[in-house]
């Protein structure tokens, strides 16, 4: 079945260490992997996000890890912020007969840094 | 700013009614999606519609419907609601260029007592 898995769902690190997130995926026809930040009361944001034809990207503090293999991909946030807090979704489309893809998120991790 | 515009923001309503949710997407995108987000819980996805069409469907009610009208703006309509329904409904567009980025808007607030 379709399934993003996504952990810790919680995480809580002091203000300049780093952070990671780990999703795993079940549809190998995945082929994009964005990771999304939510602050309260808005709306996801895209943050970063890579495709299958690529085991890592960053921009600035943050980067993402992909494993095709194992099917699972990876955010890292290095010297954290408090402006960093947020809820971070992964995601990965998923592919039915007949299907252009849909993008299924994960559960959330709510990430709080403290200062 | 999104582009993506939701209303309404907040939607106070009583089991057993019916309320619809609006959502323009960004200027020139032709995909629409709705997601659910429940209390503690990730974002669902409902539908999505392209041009129009529908394109997919995720886990939505059959009490859930949803259309893109031709000047792409989609409605999400919830009826005989129940306590369960309470959740922020978010739509999101995205652009005609493969990108992938999903453009959400700020969500509806719905709860039903």
């Known amino acids: 079945g379709e399934n993003v898995e996504q952990h810790p769902s919680t995480l809580s690190v002091q203000e300049g260490d780093s952070a990671v997130i780990k999703c795993t995926y079940s549809?190998?026809?995945?082929?994009?992997f964005p990771w999304y930040k939510q602050e309260l009361g808005k709306g996801p944001q895209l943050i970063i996000d890579?495709?299958?034809?690529?085991g890592e990207k960053k921009d600035q503090r943050i980067a993402v890890t992909l494993n095709k293999t194992a099917k699972h991909f990876s955010l890292h946030i290095t010297e954290t912020q408090p402006e960093d807090s947020a809820v971070y979704f992964c995601a990965a489309p998923t592919y039915g007969s007949g299907n252009t893809g849909k993008l299924i998120f994960g559960q959330g991790t709510t990430l709080q840094v403290k200062p | 700013d999104s582009g993506v515009t939701q209303t309404p923001k907040h939607l106070i309503t009583a089991t057993g009614q019916r309320v619809t949710l609006r959502c323009s997407p960004r200027?020139?995108?032709?995909?629409v999606y709705w997601y659910q987000q429940s209390l503690d819980q990730g974002l669902q996805f409902l539908i999505q519609?392209?041009?129009?069409?529908?394109?997919a469907k995720g886990n939505i009610l059959e009490r859930f419907s949803a259309q893109q009208f031709p000047d792409l703006h989609s409605e999400l309509n919830l009826s005989s609601l129940e306590l369960g329904d309470s959740a922020l409904y978010f739509c999101?567009?995205?652009?005609?260029?493969?990108?992938?980025?999903?453009?959400f808007g700020e969500g509806s607030r719905l709860t039903v007592l």
């Open positions: 519609y392209y041009n129009g069409e529908e394109r």
């Open positions: 890579i495709r299958s034809n690529v």
């Open positions: 549809d190998s026809a995945s082929n994009y």
């Open positions: 200027s020139g995108d032709l995909s």
């Open positions: 999101a567009s995205k652009p005609t260029t493969n990108t992938g980025e999903l453009f």
